[in-house]
């Protein structure tokens, strides 16, 4: 419950929706005049307790900035799409102008059905991601609108969908060790997570663990803020976490460190696992991954006989070409070690398995039917967007991602017929700046046959490709419930404040744009307040139908803010162990080292190491030696948050640098605030060079950012490119290869 307000102000409790495990409860204080000047962490969350990320703390500069989309707009007709310079100024009078929502609604309905009437509804293309992880804001009103409409579907895969397809191979169901119980591990392993930089709210935990004499552990080939603190900082090259994981199994395996009646009740397929990894001992790991042999034989030791153990697993891992092998392989450690069995100790990838939101009720895919296609439409893989604006329908070769039947099925890659896309409706995403292959995006997004429409709250750098901009609530302006993918608590977001401007909610959006369009079933007139009821399916007595919500009253959300799932409600009397008790929702009802479900689909059924084609093992490597991070900025939200002063001042010491390390720099000329060129064949960007020994030899790193705040119009995003992880068809940004050199001396 929020803490009680002065005559004056009110406080609200809201939840933070943005991309982050943390979820956090934040309330808001709002003065008499509906303006909102204060947000701070809820105390009585038990994962956020009291704080609020460097990004959120100052969330009232975004949601009142000057530069905020407030009003729909359309384009002038004779203002070219493409890149334009930032300008705190709007620039509706150079390019676009203002309309009224009357006006924007029935021109955009009007194009969608003049599209669908010439090349079929499947013309049309949707793409969001998390901009909001708000249950109704990520995907409810929009998905019943394009259900309906016949639109493609995306296969929504760029983030996280190689490591949990991955994750579900081996367990069948996205669950972890709870954050709180962090603080009783006496080991903690951050394996590609940035917990310091980007999941902040379990820091405190760690701390905790730390002070009463826990070890932290950090592998990631860049020295991160987590790294940078850790007691040991395992600096691997990109690409090996499979190599590594399958190395440390193949000593705890030799040395007889694992829990022999762990593995006997809860497991299938060790004795096929234990014949695989004999083929990664130490001292053919090390070759890949940069170690020394002794080291590795010392972290298995150590991660295999300290009790509790913890492994904090994060998405970056399964951004290379092997990325859902190393997830499995990484996956299967706290298996092999019994660690499940001890409280603090375990894994935690993603939490979100927990939270089963009634998405059917929400999304309405029978829709489809009703649909001039009267059937689901094809699917498009949002990782392969240049691809699907500027081949698809034109060559029988192309290839995208087909649906599958269920989540533990890794996606393969096969044709997808249909026509070229013809429209394109963007929300929750900027995708002219996170979508790889930045180039070939780009030149289908300056299509002058292509209709873009986009519901944004800045002029990002997709917008400046938009017919029409749409003005979209930041969490503050609108209602919504939540989950989360690193805790286990359901909560309430109350709208705070008054949406400004003409800003709407993605709910009000599809609802208006649905009734434009004639569509005439109830469902496109439901409320925020409906279609929350709907996500808990509550029933006649008016508790949740949901797993594990079934004591969660609409009633009580909104008194208390949140609510602990039925596992998680009284932790100290009964933790919660997962993965210690059978049947678990894979084939076997067990844990599986051994995959039956990928050895049917012609795929390893074990977890192995396969060099990236773009790495230095590959043959591209002569041409452009380097291996390229193409890192997340930690003070931005993926491209989120970029264009803020203080935000951008929080990044100004890595802003358009490369990192590269001296000796990689002086056999190429280069000097600490060089101006260099960085390419490979997909594209090039001009970046200043900043010297970082840290890095392993053979690795540089620069950050993502928007393309249209760099010195040359573009971003890293050029240089990364549209192949696809072997499991789940996600995005490889982390397997990237490029060449530098030298085309300017430092002032």
Known sequence: MAPAASPHFRIVHTVCSHDCPDSCAVLVTVNGEGRAVKVEGDPKQPVTR?????????YLDRVYAPDRVLYPMRRKSKAQKGPRPHEHEAPENEVFERVSWDEALDGIAARLRET?????????????????????????MDRRFFHRLGASQLDRTICSEAGGQAWNLVYGKKLGTPTEDFRLAKLILAWGANIHGNNIHLWPFIEEARRNGARLIAIDPYRTRTAAVADWHIAIRPGTDAALALGL???ILDEGLEDRSYIAEMTHGFEQLAARVREYPPERVAAWTGMRPAEIERLAREYATTRPAALRLNYGVQRSENGGAAVRAIAMLPALTGA???????????????????????????LALASPLGRLARVVNMSQL???????????????????????????????????VHALFVYNSNPAATAPNHNAVRRGLERDDLFTVVHEQFFTDTTDYADFVLPATTFLEHTDVQGA????????????????????????????????MGFTEPCFRDTPEEMIRQALAVGADGRSTNADMEHITVEELEHEGHVPLAFHRDPEKQPFLPYTSDP???????IEFYSETLAAAGLDPLPGFVPPVESRWGAMAKKYPLELLARKSDNYMNSTFANLPGHRKME????????????????????EGDRVRVSNDRGAIDLTAMLNAHLPLGVVAARLDWAKLQSDGANVNVLTSERLTDIGGGATFYSTLVEVEKTGSSD
């Open 50 to 58: 009291g704080f609020l990320c460097g990004k959120v703390a100052k």
């Open 116 to 140: 669908a009437d010439r090349y079929g509804p499947e013309s049309i293309l949707p793409y969001s991601y998390a901009g909001t992880i708000g249950v109704l804001g990520y995907g409810s």
């Open 249 to 251: 199994m193949h000593v």
């Open 340 to 366: 499940w069995k001890t409280r603090g100790g375990g894994a935690q990838l993603s939490t979100s398995g927990a939270f089963a939101w009634d998405k059917k009720a929400l999304e309405r895919p029978d």
């Open 386 to 420: 240049g691809q699907a604006l500027t081949e698809l329908g034109q060559s029988s070769e192309q290839e995208t991602v087909a649906p599958v039947s269920s989540p533990a099925v890794a996606r393969a890659s096969t044709p997808a017929p249909g026509p070229p």
């Open 485 to 516: 993918y690193g805790h286990y608590f359901v909560q309430l977001s109350k709208q705070a404040i008054e949406p400004l401007g003409e800003a709407r909610s993605n709910v009000w959006l599809f609802s208006n744009l649905a009734q434009r």
């Open 584 to 590: 678990l929702p894979t084939p076997s009802g067990k």
């Open 652 to 671: 100004a010491r890595t802003s358009q640098r490369l990192e590269i390390h001296p000796l990689d720099a002086q056999s190429r000329s280069v000097g």
